[in-house]
């Protein structure tokens, strides 16, 4: 088999840059998933889409990609169950009052329309809460939550569309080289000539980067998160609601909640096993900010892999030590949200053309050359 391009890993990354290429005319895109379509981080993740973020670059990829988001049916035939709830983000310190502002002022200036609100506006908003020891909320009503699994399969059958091939349960083992130009990349199911691969790999990057002696520093952690019961009375409008000191996070799934949080004890691995270590935490985290919670019987879950860096910000570029291998990955808990802007961006770096925002901060060279891009605002 012969492609234009190969792109590993069959989760949002890599469908919607496959998607992006293939509609931008690029023959021959090839993509190339080891289990089924969006068996990895994504269908796991929690769907947040949000712009609210300490970091231009995030602010903008995060505000492009809402823009995506909101046409996505249209562009795709696709329903991917857009609820434009608002993120609100819960502040007890002066120190992420302070952040938050700043964070707040920056998102203004690049057209985000995010404010800063008191704790009573904020019960107002999202009334599960427990006010006592907050200082002061941030929201921004376009952010919200949508279904991944779905904009992963609008992504896949749009690339399929123009064009591009998608094999399942076909992984990648290797990538032949022939001095620093890749020649093909070899699967379980056979030899793909190839001069340009697109590694988006999620926590799973390191190796495949490793196929062309380049370092993706990319960790896996595992992350948690609780189904309830139906909830009576919840507001239509209940925004993604995270309370930033600990981490508690909760929005609307169907009739019930889906409640995520981090958890400390938790170390670098690919075990994606649930076990309930975490649940004493949860549980007085709830008790803390909204004790309405701890009543809510738990009625499942799953666990799933953040995909960590060095400094919780993405890996986005093109090698220079070899030809033709980008990568988009490490997106460190907030990579869903960012899937429809980075395809674009990977498109035009694939194509040599200036993208909508610079990410060469971005890149994986950024940790050798001691210039780390951390992103303050994370969950
Ligand atoms: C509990 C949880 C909650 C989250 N909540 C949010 C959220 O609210 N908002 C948000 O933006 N993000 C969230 N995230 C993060 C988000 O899920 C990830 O950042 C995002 O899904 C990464 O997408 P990806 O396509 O890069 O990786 P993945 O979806 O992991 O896709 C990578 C794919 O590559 C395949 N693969 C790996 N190696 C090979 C190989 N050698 N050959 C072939 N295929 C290979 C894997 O099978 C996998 O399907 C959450 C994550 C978790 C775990």
Redesign the pocket.
């Known amino acids: 088999m012969r492609a234009g391009v190969v792109v590993?890993?069959?989760?949002?990354?890599?469908?919607?840059i496959a998607c992006h290429l293939a509609r931008a005319g690029v023959p021959d895109v090839v993509l190339?998933?080891?289990?089924?379509?969006?068996?990895?981080?994504?269908?796991?993740?929690?769907?947040?889409?949000?712009a609210q973020f300490s970091d231009e670059l995030n602010i903008r990829l995060g505000a492009r990609s809402l823009e995506a988001f909101t046409r996505f049916e249209q562009d795709t035939g696709y329903d991917i169950g857009l609820h434009r709830v608002g993120y609100l983000f819960l502040l007890s310190t002066p120190e992420d009052v302070a952040s938050f502002e700043a964070g707040v002022r920056l998102q203004n200036s690049l057209g985000v329309p995010s404010r800063m609100i008191d704790p009573a506006a904020a019960r107002r908003l999202s009334p599960l809460i427990s006010t006592e020891g907050l200082l002061a909320a941030a929201f921004s009503p376009d952010d919200g939550?949508c279904t991944?699994e779905a904009v992963?399969h609008g992504y896949a059958a749009t690339a399929r569309r123009h064009g591009a091939t998608v094999l399942r349960h076909?992984?990648?083992?290797g990538i032949e080289l022939h001095g620093d130009d890749i020649r093909a990349v070899l699967?379980?199911r056979g030899r793909i000539a190839t001069d340009t691969v697109v590694c988006?790999?999620?926590?799973?990057?390191r190796?495949?980067g490793a196929?062309v002696g380049l370092d993706l520093p990319v960790e896996p952690?595992?992350?948690?998160?609780a189904l309830t019961e139906p909830v009576d009375d919840l507001p239509p409008g209940l925004p993604?609601t995270i309370d930033f000191t600990t981490s508690l996070?909760f929005h609307t799934e169907g009739p019930g909640l889906l409640v995520?949080m981090s958890d400390p004890d938790e170390r670098p691995g690919f075990a994606?096993t649930t076990h309930d270590r975490w649940i004493p935490r949860l549980g007085a985290a709830m008790e803390q900010r909204a004790p309405a919670l701890l009543d809510l019987r738990r009625t499942g879950g799953?666990?799933?892999?953040?995909?960590l860096t060095p400094d919780h910000n993405a890996l986005i570029g093109e090698a220079t030590s070899v030809s033709r291998f980008l990568y988009?990955?490490?997106?460190?808990?907030?990579?869903?949200?960012?899937?429809p802007a980075v395809g674009e961006v990977v498109r035009d770096l694939y194509l040599g053309r200036v993208p909508f925002v610079d990410v060469s901060p971005l890149s994986a060279g950024r940790f050798a050359a001691d210039a780390p891009r951390p992103e303050a605002n994370r969950?």
């Open positions: 590993v890993g069959g989760g949002v990354m890599g469908t919607s190339v998933e080891r289990d089924e379509l969006a068996s990895g981080s994504t269908s796991k993740a929690a769907g947040g889409v949000r939550h991944p992963v076909c992984e990648v083992t699967t379980t988006a790999a999620g926590a799973w990057s190796a495949v196929m952690l595992r992350r948690q998160i993604m996070y995520g994606t799953w666990a799933g892999l953040y995909e988009a990955t490490g997106f460190s808990g907030h990579g869903f949200l960012q899937g969950v």
